[in-house]
T-cell receptor, first 109, second 117 residues
């Protein structure tokens, strides 16, 4: 069966450090992988999209890698700030997005 | 505010009642999506439209659920004979899609939280 796995445990990280989240998937061959941020009680907000032929994508303090051989994406937040505290969702697909459960990040001042 | 809007933001209903939610997408977006999210889970795809055509519907969507986008602008999602298991956040999203615009980001609304008693 198709699965998208994100770490269920919250990531607690000191301000200024780099947070790294993992998204693993099975039985998918996605052409695109997206990362979204979600705050409590709000809808997800798009952060980055990476294509299958791209190894890495950056946007400001965010970096995403996509390894289609390992079937894995890594999401990095460098120089993390308390305002980065949120749940981060990995999503596969184009129109019909399949989401992971999300990974909560808590940045400690 | 030119983002995606949803109405109502909260709905409490009794089991067996019908409910209808509305979504107004970003005006120039031709694609509109509905998702459902329960606590601790990621959003789950329900259906999507390109303009007024409903192009895909999840197999998980029972016959009690119906969605429309009659003029290719706003959309409604109706749930008939609600059950307690329908309690969730219903999210609407929109995007600009078409030839050469594959892999597009989706803009989500704030959601409608449904509680079925």
């Amino acid at each position: 069966s198709q699965k998208i796995e994100q770490n269920s445990e919250a990531l607690n990280i000191q301000e200024g450090k780099t947070a790294t989240l993992t998204c693993n998937y099975t039985n998918y061959s996605p052409a695109y992988l997206q990362w979204y941020r979600q705050d409590p009680g709000r809808g997800p907000v798009f952060l980055l999209l990476i294509r299958e032929n791209e190894k890495e994508k950056r946007k400001e303090r965010l970096k995403v890698t996509f390894d289609t051989t390992l079937k894995q994406s890594l999401f990095h937040i460098t120089a993390s700030q308390p305002a980065d505290s949120a749940t981060y969702l990995c999503a596969l697909g184009n129109n019909r997005l399949a989401f992971g459960k999300g990974n909560q990040v808590v940045v400690i001042p | 505010d030119t983002g995606v809007s949803q109405d109502p933001r909260h709905k409490i209903t009794k089991r067996g009642q019908n409910v209808t939610f509305r979504c107004d997408p970003i005006s120039e977006h031709n694609r509109l999506y509905w998702y459902r999210q329960t606590l601790g889970q990621g959003p789950e795809f329900l259906t999507y439209f390109q303009n007024e055509a409903q192009l895909e519907k999840s197999r998980l969507l029972s016959d009690r659920f119906s969605a429309e986008r009659p003029k290719g602008s706003f959309s409604t999602l109706e749930i008939q004979r609600t059950e307690q298991g329908d309690s969730a956040m219903y999210l609407c999203a929109s995007s600009l899609g078409g030839l050469g615009l594959a892999g597009n980001e989706q803009f989500f609304g704030p959601g409608t939280r449904l509680t079925v008693l």
